[in-house]
Structure formats: structure tokens, C-alpha cells
């Protein structure tokens, strides 16, 4: 195998290191967190950022789940999946491989191959459940079936792309000699990637790393093909389950940013990736990831799907490079490594001494954005110099941490249907809370309502329902003082449930089961009413897109028995 003929190399020796190639599933396991869901456009946006990332493979989605995501795949295939890129020491490298899901069925195999062959370098993942349980209860196979279904598939993919790869779904949970014998029908159909997954986050390091050795050991052929890892965190081991799986010889790994995914989510590319390279010396391993592009990746991402970074998360949380004890501020002082084993830029954390304030110019801030790893259009730096004059107006100092809020929340804007002119809210202990809000439609149509609630956030909300026209519920709500100090910029994340249809309490015409569908948004400000109102607004948004674009609508009914939303 070589990249002449389209599919990726095992791995590349460095320094005589082996490369761990890293697959990149944020836009397809990722895209299954709860309240996740993403559009056209921002899928665009995080596949060029993934390609900046430098992942050698990107999974861009599942085309058979629904029509918008068999065109979104389409569309990453036929850009990200073309461009020439530069690879973390600046030379040119070519395009991630762009993936994409299908189950063990002609129709889904024909889909994504419809979907991802327009990319350089495609490939169709496919997959079927091997595991007792899955077998029984959800394929209603047999042993043999499943051989012979895998058998057929990946036979037939093949015939539409060289490069294949195949997992036997809940392989955690499998009887390993079934295992065996599954996968080396998979490789003698035309495999090229054995994938591993540990689909409910159930075994251990001990466990998982044993099991890829046995893999590489009693599977004939095994060492002809990439062996892959993808790792749940139900027990929050799916790092150390994958660091586990490359020690015992994986030289591909499965992984989202930020960790999102399924229920507790995926194996988190930023911390897997980090702790193989702080800790090199162990692993003996490298990736092809640009580290400097990790804190961007995360925060877009973050951005577009809602869903916040705890602040204690390893490597991209907001306070792991903050130190607060007295001993420890000493002692960074006197020698930066006594409790920092990373330093802060490797990870793309501005180290700037560039100090903003009220009396800077337009050119300072381009100077300083770049600093931080902005690229700024004119508009876009017109826009983000305007909301830090009118911050440097308001606070004393202008942080880094607030110049990187205004640009990314300018940045990583999603679909406004309606946008925010103004608020207004009248509260405190004596008095009805009362907000008036005037949103601007896309035609530039002026609307204004009142809305009353049990505090001043609830009612700007109302005032927007009536607005909108919407009645999601408000499930989550979360505020965060980006900065320290009482003129701090607050950071709004909001998340609201729709159930379809909204109006019936009973499942719709055909017995399929009502969709619980969640939107996030966030907003940022110094007034956390403006900056929940911007985050409210965001999310109705959200859903207001999703109702005429397809690629939100997910797959449920009929398919769900055999699991979709994998
Ligand atoms: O968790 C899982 O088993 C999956 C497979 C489709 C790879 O996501
Ligand atoms: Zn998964």
C-alpha cells in the first residue's frame, strides 16, 4: 500500500518512529451527541479546520442517515477532499481521506460511495454488529449469517473503492474467536482497515490492548492491514483504552474533538494526541496532527455544536493551563516546568505580549489577532474591531481570553434567521420582570414584542418565542465568567428540546416515535442578559434552519432497529 494508490500507508516512519493515523469522527459519532447537530455550512467550516488539524482521515458522515448528510458528506468529499494541504512541517501534503459510514447493506454501501467518491482519496467505512447480544437482539442474525453478510459487503464495497474499512460493531463485547474468524473474511474480501470499536465503553486498558494483540496474532492476514481503535468513554477509559490499543500495535485510531460523542462520547483526539507526544519516550509513536491547531479545533467546535468544554478537561478545558495556588505560581516563576509537563503554544494558546486597550488601533488588533492564529478577512476584522471598541469602552483591560471570545463568536456564527437588534429588560425584588426585545428578520423586517417571566432572562426568552413563533423547552442553561473581575464577559450556553410533531403528545402517523431534537446556542457580552439573549437566539435559529434543511433531519423508524445513530 502506498499513497499512489490512494490509500493511506500503515505508517511512516519518522525519526523510526511509526505513524498512528488519526481518523477523525467529530462530524459523524461526534455529530451524534445529544443537541450536536450541525449544518451544512458549519460541517464545511470544521472539515477545513480538521484538514488544517492535519487528521489524515476525516469520517464526514453517514450518508444513508438522511439526505443532508449524504449532500454534506458529498460536499466535504468534493473540497476538503481535494485540497492540497501542508503537513505539520510545512510541506505539502495531500487531502485527508474522506470517509463515510455505511451499514452492512447495498443501498447504504451505494450511498456513501455516491457521497464520498468525489474526494481524492475515498473511502467507504462499513460496519455490522458481531457481539452476541447485538446479534440476537438487534440484527436477529446468526453466526453464519453475520460471516456471510460481511463476507458479501465488504466484497461489494470494494468493487466501488480500494480503500475499506470494516468494523465489527461492540468487537468489546464479542466472542474473540468469532472475532477472528469475522475479520479474516473481512481482510480476504478486500479490507483495508480493520476497526475495533468498544462500541459501549465497556472493557479495560488491560482488557482492550489484549484483545488488538490477539487480533494482530490470530488473525491470518492482520499484518497486511491498517488495525484500528475507536474507544467510548461510558467508564472513562476510552484514552487509555486507545493508548492501550497502540502500545499493543494499532497504528490507526478513532477520535473527536473535544471527546464529543454518543452518550459519554469518543476517544478525545486532543488528549490522546498530546499524551503521545508529551510522553514520546513511552509510545515511541507519532501523529501528523499540527498540536497548534488543537485549542482552534476545540473551540470551534465547541462553537458550532453548543456543547461547552468542561473547565477542568484535560489539555482544551479552559483552566488547564491556569495555576492558582500560591506554591505553584512560585514555583512556575522560578522554573516553568515544576508544574507544566506542556507548554501552552504547543496546543495553539496565544503567548502574546501584545496588550490591547481602548486607545488601539485597527492595525494593532490584525497585528494581535494573527498573533493569536486568526486569519481575518476585512469584514470579518471590521466587524470583531467594532465589538472590542465597544469593550475597551466598558472594561479597564481587554484579556486575551476576551479578544479570542469576540473573535471566534464572529467567527463561528450559524444560520441567523433572525438577529438581535436590541433588548431591554426592567427586574429586580419588587417588580414584574419585563423584557422588549426587536429582533431584524432576513429581510431586514423589524419585529418587537414584550414578554413577561420569573426573571429577567425568562422573559426575554418569552419575548423571543413570540417573536419566533417557536415553544422549544429550555432544558439547559449555563452561564461562565470568561474573565476574572466584576466587569468579566459572560459566556451564555443554552440548549432547548423540541419534540416532533410539537403540537401532539402521541407518536405520529405510522408508529414511528416522536423526535426529541435539542439546538444549542451561545452568546457572549459583558451584560449576561444580552449574552443570553444571544445564546437563546442562537438556538431558536438553529431550529428554525433545521426545519427546511435537510441536513439536520436524522434517519429514525424503520432504521432504527438496526441502528442509525450508531
Ligand atoms: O461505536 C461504534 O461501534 C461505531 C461503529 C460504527 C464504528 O461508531
Ligand atoms: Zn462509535
Not at 475495533?196 to 482488557?207: A, H, K, L, Q
Request: hydrophobic share 40%; net charge negative; aromatic share 4%.
Amino acid at each position: 500500500m502506498s499513497d499512489d494508490d490512494g490509500v493511506v500507508p500503515t505508517s511512516k516512519p519518522e525519526d523510526g518512529r511509526d505513524v498512528v493515523l488519526v481518523f477523525d469522527t467529530t462530524l459523524r459519532d461526534g455529530e451524534q451527541s445529544p443537541g450536536a447537530t450541525l449544518h451544512l455550512r458549519e460541517k464545511l467550516e470544521i472539515a477545513k479546520q480538521l484538514a488544517r488539524l492535519g487528521v489524515d482521515i476525516i469520517e464526514a458522515g453517514f450518508p444513508a442517515a438522511s439526505p443532508g448528510d449524504q449532500e454534506a458528506v458529498k460536499r466535504i468529499a468534493e473540497t476538503v477532499g481535494r485540497e492540497p494541504r501542508t503537513d505539520k512541517f510545512g510541506r505539502p501534503s495531500p487531502p485527508p481521506v474522506i470517509a463515510g459510514l455505511a451499514r452492512a447493506n447495498k443501498d447504504d454501501i451505494d450511498k456513501a460511495w455516491e457521497a464520498v467518491r468525489g474526494a481524492l482519496r475515498p473511502r467507504i467505512h462499513t460496519f455490522l454488529a458481531t457481539s452476541d447480544i447485538h446479534m440476537e437482539h438487534k440484527l436477529r442474525m446468526t453466526r453464519e449469517q453475520v460471516v456471510d453478510r460481511v463476507r458479501e459487503m465488504v466484497a461489494y464495497a470494494k468493487g466501488c473503492c480500494d480503500d475499506i474499512e470494516f468494523s465489527p460493531e461492540d468487537a468489546g463485547r464479542s466472542d474473540p474467536k468469532f472475532l477472528f474468524q469475522v475479520l479474516t473474511v473481512a481482510i480476504k474480501a478486500g479490507a483495508t482497515t480493520l476497526n475495533i470499536p468498544d462500541t459501549v465503553g465497556y472493557t479495560t486498558p488491560g482488557e482492550f490492548g489484549q484483545l488488538i494483540a490477539d487480533i494482530r496474532r490470530y488473525t491470518p492476514g492482520a499484518d497486511k492491514v491498517v488495525i484500528s481503535l475507536h474507544c467510548h468513554n461510558d467508564l472513562g477509559l476510552a484514552v487509555a483504552n486507545t493508548l492501550a490499543g497502540i502500545e499493543a500495535g494499532a497504528r490507526q485510531m478513532e477520535v473527536t474533538v473535544n471527546g464529543i460523542g454518543e452518550r459519554a462520547g469518543n476517544t478525545s483526539l486532543e488528549e490522546v494526541v498530546m499524551a503521545l507526544y508529551t510522553r514520546r519516550q513511552i509510545y515511541e509513536v507519532d501523529t501528523n496532527v499540527v498540536t497548534q491547531e488543537i485549542h482552534r479545533s476545540s473551540d470551534m467546535v465547541s462553537r458550532y455544536t453548543g456543547i461547552v468544554v468542561q473547565p477542568n478537561k484535560a489539555i482544551v478545558g479552559a483552566n488547564a493551563f491556569a495555576h492558582e495556588a500560591g506554591i505553584h505560581q512560585d514555583g512556575m516563576l522560578k522554573h516553568k516546568r515544576t508544574y507544566e509537563i506542556m507548554d501552552a503554544q504547543t496546543i495553539g494558546l496565544p503567548d502574546s505580549k501584545l496588550v490591547l486597550g481602548k486607545h488601539s488601533g485597527r492595525h494593532a488588533f490584525r497585528r494581535k489577532a494573527e498573533a493569536m492564529g486568526y486569519r481575518l478577512n476585512d469584514e470579518q476584522l471590521n466587524a470583531c474591531f467594532a465589538r472590542f471598541k465597544e469593550l475597551a469602552d466598558k472594561k479597564k483591560t481587554v484579556s486575551d481570553a476576551d479578544i479570542e471570545a469576540i473573535i471566534s463568536d464572529r467567527l463561528y456564527q450559524p444560520i441567523e434567521v433572525f438577529s438581535l437588534d436590541r433588548v431591554q429588560v426592567q427586574c429586580g425584588n419588587d417588580s414584574i420582570p419585563t423584557a422588549v426585545v426587536r429582533l431584524r428578520g432576513q429581510e431586514g423586517q423589524v419585529l418587537t414584542e414584550a414578554g413577561f417571566g420569573t426573571g429577567p432572562v425568562d422573559a426575554v426568552c418569552q419575548a423571543i418565542k413570540r417573536i419566533t413563533g417557536t415553544n422549544a423547552r429550555l432544558v439547559e442553561f449555563t452561564i461562565q465568567a470568561i474573565t476574572e473581575g466584576l466587569d468579566a464577559v459572560g459566556d451564555v450556553s443554552i440548549r432547548l428540546e423540541e419534540r416532533e410533531p410539537a403540537s401532539a403528545e402521541r407518536p405520529v402517523a405510522g408508529g414511528e416515535p416522536r423526535r426529541r431534537r435539542l439546538f444549542s446556542g451561545r452568546g457572549v457580552d459583558t451584560d449576561i442578559i444580552v449574552a443570553s439573549a444571544k445564546a437563546y437566539l442562537q438556538a431558536v435559529n438553529k431550529l428554525l434552519a433545521s426545519r427546511d434543511d435537510a441536513t439536520s433531519v436524522i434517519a429514525v423508524g424503520a432504521n432504527e432497529s438496526q441502528g442509525v445513530r450508531v
